[in-house]
């Protein structure tokens, strides 16, 4: 059985969404088709939707995608809108340390540049984030850099103020 992909073409609203998220952790073959919805190109409500429902599942059970970063890097490179990116970024944060950690280094770079691209909206920069931390990295100088000017013009207070606690926080760690 696959993912009914044509629920999502309607306005679904969030109380049904979660019922798929949590119809979702109890067929893991769905996750592989929401993955597969989110990487369409074109991005657009469908994909949006399908990555909303996906990190729903995640938060939900993150045992359902683990085993699934590498397919959901791969939507992310496939899709050019930022907000499935997000989205799908954010479930993939639910994948187990482990598998997270064999990614290291792609990971630490992904999240270096989200921190780094000012086109980019505040809550990529807070995804960015969250995947230097579980990239399993060291956070380097270039981090110290990044975030730093970053926050210096920053867009809003919240951010400079977040980026502000980042800096503090990996001052002992030194």
């Known amino acids: 059985m696959s993912f009914p992909e044509a629920k999502l073409?309607?306005?679904?609203?969030?109380?049904?969404?979660?019922?798929?998220?949590?119809?979702?952790?109890?067929?893991?073959?769905?996750?592989?088709?929401?993955?597969?919805?989110?990487?369409?190109?074109?991005?657009?409500?469908?994909?949006?939707?399908?990555?909303?429902?996906?990190?729903?599942?995640?938060?939900?059970?993150?045992?359902?995608v683990a085993g699934q970063a590498r397919a959901m890097l791969d939507a992310v490179d496939s899709c050019q809108d930022t907000s499935v990116h997000r989205e799908v970024l954010k479930a993939l944060l639910e994948v187990p340390k482990e598998e997270l950690h064999t990614m290291g280094e792609e990971l630490y770079g992904l999240g270096l540049g989200l921190c780094a691209d000012p086109s980019l909206p505040v809550a990529m920069v807070h995804v960015g984030?969250?995947?230097?931390?579980?990239?399993?990295?060291?956070?380097g100088e270039e981090v110290t850099l990044v975030w730093r000017e970053r926050?210096?013009?920053?867009?809003?207070?919240?951010?400079?103020?977040?980026?502000?606690?980042?800096?503090a926080a990996m001052r002992p760690r030194r």
């Open 9 to 64: 073409r309607t306005g679904l609203p969030a109380t049904e969404a979660k019922a798929f998220a949590a119809e979702t952790t109890r067929h893991p073959e769905w996750v592989h088709d929401l993955i597969r919805i989110s990487a369409q190109p074109e991005g657009g409500t469908v994909p949006r939707k399908a990555a909303w429902v996906l990190r729903h599942a995640a938060l939900k059970d993150p045992s359902c």
């Open 129 to 139: 984030v969250m995947l230097l931390h579980a990239s399993g990295q060291a956070l």
């Open 151 to 167: 926050g210096a013009q920053a867009e809003t207070a919240p951010l400079a103020r977040f980026l502000s606690k980042q800096l």
